[in-house]
């Protein structure tokens, strides 16, 4: 068993992580990858527009990983 890389390989050929893609297929669109750094972005977008959450905030660890609605 392997941890989640995010689908660096495709992320790094200008795809989308295969559990993002195959959610956005079957029409639920509940997760959304992009550059939190890019304010154009749609993720970056979507963070300023809701409230969002991080687990494990306390550890300081910046993930990147957001939560809506938890």
Same mark, same amino acid.
């Not at 689908?7 to 050929?13: F, N």
């Not at 993002?20 to 959304?32: F, Q, W």
């Given at each position: 068993v392997e941890a989640c890389?995010? !689908?660096?390989?495709?992320?790094?050929?200008g795809g989308?992580?295969?559990c993002?893609?195959? !959610?956005?297929?079957?029409?639920?669109?509940?997760?959304?990858f992009g550059d939190l750094q890019d304010p154009d972005s749609e993720i970056s977008r979507r963070v300023a527009s809701y409230a969002t959450q991080q687990i494990r905030a306390d550890?300081?660890?910046?993930?990147?990983?957001?939560y809506r609605n938890l």
């Open positions: 890389n995010m !689908c660096v390989h495709r992320v790094d050929s989308q992580p295969a993002v893609e195959a !959610c956005g297929a079957a029409g639920g669109g509940a997760m959304l550890l300081g660890l910046d993930p990147g990983v957001r």
